[in-house]
């Protein structure tokens, strides 16, 4: 069973072009998380999806970011116009149905560098 | 608000040290309890977790143990590697919350041989 698949391990942006960072969560689960890791910082959630719906973006800046997890395909987080801020890793994490509890599984990263 | 406060880093150990890393937590109601591992390069890791208090969760040799009474998580191992270096990571889901992780700060670990 793969885990969850994240593209690509690393991406180099100039300021002011676009990030896509792609998710493939773990066969069976519907529910995907993504979050940022800033430097010598804890992980902060982002946004949590489901297949076609966004179910939680209170992590997520109000402008340049967004995410969609459409029926088919991985789920995408998207980041115009970048800027040096936003250099970090990305993670997304994926889980069958979302129970307290339940472990969650992460993707080995995105790492993002905005120059 | 939740919040995870985990103690201050970097820990350098001496190969078969014990290790203790404190985790603190607040947070209204039953959260469960994790901890995960970064090793460098990698994603995250579950290494063990917690699901109510005064459960123990335990994992290739390291154990934390939910202490609602102080709400704490620390992660103890009796003999460390090298291969333990890694960041370890305290985190916490608020009871309801559904796989919405609040995390600390991070602690790296070293063991030298």
């Known amino acids: 069973n793969a885990g969850v698949m994240q593209n690509p391990r690393h991406l180099v942006r100039r300021r002011g072009q676009e990030a896509r960072l792609r998710c493939s969560p773990m066969?069976?689960?519907?529910?995907v998380y993504w979050y940022r890791q800033l430097p010598e910082e804890g992980l902060k959630f982002m946004v949590y999806l489901q297949k076609e719906n966004i179910i939680d973006e209170s992590g997520m800046p109000k402008e340049r970011f967004s995410a969609e997890f459409p029926k088919e395909g991985p789920s995408i987080l998207r980041i115009q116009q970048v800027v040096r801020g936003d250099s970090a890793a990305y993670f997304c994490a994926s889980s069958p149905i979302p129970v307290s509890g339940n472990t969650i599984y992460f993707g080995e990263g995105s790492w993002l560098t905005v120059v | 608000g939740n919040s995870v406060t985990q103690m201050e880093g970097p820990v350098t150990l001496s190969e078969e040290a014990f290790l203790t890393i404190n985790c603190t937590y607040t947070?209204?109601?039953?959260?469960?309890l994790f901890w995960y591992v970064q090793y460098p390069g990698e994603g995250l890791q579950l290494l063990l977790k917690a699901t109510k208090a005064d459960d123990k969760g335990s994992n290739k040799g390291f154990e934390a143990t939910y202490r609602k009474e102080t709400t704490s998580f620390h992660l103890e191992k009796g003999s460390v590697q090298v291969s333990d270096s890694a960041v370890y990571f305290c985190a916490l889901e608020p009871t309801g919350a559904n796989s919405k992780l609040t995390f600390g700060k991070g602690i790296t670990l070293s063991v030298r041989p």
């Open positions: 066969k069976g689960h519907s529910h």
């Open positions: 947070a209204t109601g039953y959260p469960s």
